[in-house]
């Protein structure tokens, strides 16, 4: 069976009538509102006999003779990558926390860095270049051979040690330091303990999460920034 040539770029999009489902679609396919081809998924349904709210339609939306802005942020990183010389690929795709750029083929993960920093380095360039010359207000997320999720599970794994070691030993321990979204994943794998609560300190590339023992009398509290 045949797969159309835009299908890799398709985005599924949510509206409360079509027309503000196709501007949706515009803003996030970075293109003119009369490049936007489309299907409906759903075509939502009125309410019951008026008392309820109308259900939105759903459509899926593609860019039609353009690049979408999954496009032309694949292109852009791929052209860095070239010019670093490094031997890899980029698949882009759409999803509902932003464009997700995946590099592949870099097993000996000179794109990801210490901790990621090559990697996020390279995130925050992607970013900035769609920012400035598409004025689109979109996150670029890029990740290299699954090392997002193995980040997460390690930071969560981490989390869980130095919780455990605070009930144990009563007093405060502080993390290494982390950028904001790893700080949050940390801040959320401690949420619910309410033996605990986190804090984050410092200044920068320095900030981190400290866990403080929570006492009786004391309501636990986090701080996710």
Known sequence: MAIDSHEEHEIIVEGKDLEDALTIASERLGIGRADVEY????????????LFQKKKIVIRAWGRGAMTLVTKANDFLTRIIN???VNASVVGRDTPDGILLNILDNRDGSLIGK????????????NRYIHHHYDRNIRIILDCEG???????YIQK????????????????????????ERRIFHLAL????????????EGDRR??????????EKPHDDTR
């Not at 299907?39 to 939502?44: A, K, N, P």
């Not at 981190?208 to 009398?217: A, T």
């Open 208 to 217: 981190k999460v400290v866990v403080f023992p929570v006492k009786r009398e």
């Open 158 to 181: 981490m989390a869980y040690s130095i919780g455990k070691k605070v009930k144990k030993i009563g007093k405060p321990f502080s993390a290494e330091p982390m950028d904001s979204g």
């Open 115 to 126: 901790n990621g920093q090559t990697l996020y380095a390279l995130e925050y360039i992607v």
């Open 191 to 202: 949420k619910s303990d309410r033996l605990l609560r986190t804090e984050s300190q410092g």
């Open 147 to 153: 090392y997002r999720n193995r980040r997460e599970a």
């Open 83 to 85: 010019r670093m010389g």
């Open 39 to 50: 299907r409906l998924t759903d075509l939502g349904a009125p309410g019951f006999f008026g």
